[in-house]
């Protein structure tokens, strides 16, 4: 095998191995605790791993390119394979049902059931560092969906900020996930988005908002310190499609709506049908929200970088325009392409800039810099 094909397969292989791990953590049949030094297991293993990549990479500059990866390949995956089994044993604990909320640790796992469809849907949790320190203060609250890969980026990105110099203030991370024993693509098509496809598939967007509205975020103001004026929704593609329709029927839900590469193509542009009967029958949307999207996600078949049909780019602009052009009193809102960024890379750098601009540290800044000047 090539050095490049095993260097790829190993992300791959990686990225298939914890994507299935975390949806097994998250089913509602146990509560899963992550154990705070998995960051230093997690180094270690990236550490080897990045070791080994080196090592292919160098090997790879030889003339006998394929002779000497295929020598190396054996001993690169026992290693890598066996660092990120090490790396997962001792990082999950189990309970049976319900976490108590005596225990008190940074990432927990609930199931929180919709009582009205039957599913059943897990709720991670991620709380910040400070949460125990300051058993006084409230936070914001940021609820992600698509939870496989949401929760965990925004958690991981979160824990790596430099407390000296942060950019925004501390919030608990709340991970929504797919509905249990079902196919994430067909979970989340149905609950994120807000009506039937010509197939009649999709289109249980209200129902999900309801779910989240009436049991979700009660749950998580009940069990923890949270401050109910500064929840921050985060969602992309369907995700942001579901954030869209939220925006546009119970705005309130949220002050906050970060949505990134909203699927505003689905249904015929369906999303525009719901702004236009929102501007109809509204009389302000009190909301801050930044749009944002890959430059890649524009429609351009002569470049392989881009989308081939949809042109994204323009629909994300055409919305923003259509919400300006409202002249919503209380609307705050942001709209940005990302250079250099397609539709399935674009979240990370997306994510960064929305929660600077929802989430500020401004209000902290000023406050201390208040206690400050009158000592």
Not at 165 to 177: D, H, N, Q
Not at 238 to 252: N, R
Not at 298 to 325: C, G, H, I, W
Request: charged share 20%; with cysteine; hydrophobic share 40%.
């Amino acid at each position: 095998m090539p050095t490049g094909g095993l260097v790829q397969s190993w992300f791959i292989g990686c990225g298939s191995v914890l994507s299935r791990t975390f949806r097994m953590s998250t089913s509602c049949q146990h509560a899963h605790v992550l154990r705070s030094h998995y960051r230093r297991r997690n180094t270690a293993l990236f550490t080897l791993s990045a070791t080994a990549i080196r090592v292919m990479t160098q090997a790879a500059k030889g003339k006998n390119v394929d002779n000497l990866a295929g020598k190396i390949s054996t001993f690169a995956f026992t290693v890598l394979a066996a660092a990120s089994l090490w790396s997962m044993q001792p990082i999950i604990a189990f309970a049976s049902g319900e976490l108590s909320p005596a225990v008190r640790e940074r990432t927990t796992v609930w199931c929180v059931p919709d009582q009205r469809s039957g599913r059943d849907y897990s709720v991670s949790i991620s709380l910040p560092a400070s949460y125990d320190s300051e058993p006084e203060r409230h936070y914001p609250v940021l609820y992600v969906t698509d939870a496989d890969y949401g929760f965990s980026a925004i958690d991981a990105s979160m824990r790596r900020l430099d407390p000296d110099a942060p950019a925004t203030r501390e919030f608990i991370i709340v991970g929504l996930s797919y509905a249990k024993d079902e196919d994430p693509a067909d979970s989340r098509l149905r609950d994120y988005t807000p009506v039937p496809r010509k197939d009649q598939r999709g289109g249980g967007g209200p129902a999900y908002q309801a779910y989240l509205h009436d049991t979700v975020l009660p749950f998580v103001e009940r069990k923890f310190r949270t401050d109910p004026d500064q929840r921050i929704y985060v969602g992309h593609s369907y995700g942001a499609l579901l954030g869209v329709q939220m925006l546009l029927s119970q705005p309130e839900m949220f002050h906050g709506y970060i949505l990134g590469s909203p699927s505003l193509w689905y249904a015929n542009h369906a999303a525009y049908e719901l702004e236009t009967a929102f501007a109809n029958h509204g009389n302000d949307l009190p909301a801050k929200v930044f749009l944002y999207v890959g430059e890649f996600e524009a429609a351009n078949p002569q470049d392989d970088r881009y989308n081939k049909k949809l042109d994204m780019v323009r629909d994300n602009a055409e919305f923003t325009e259509r919400l300006k052009s409202r002249g919503y009193k209380s609307l705050n809102i942001h709209s940005e392409v990302i250079p250099a960024e397609s539709h399935l890379t674009v979240f990370p750098a997306g994510f960064a800039k929305g929660i600077v601009e929802i989430l500020p540290l401004a209000k902290i800044s000023n406050a201390l810099d208040m206690d400050i000047a009158t000592q």
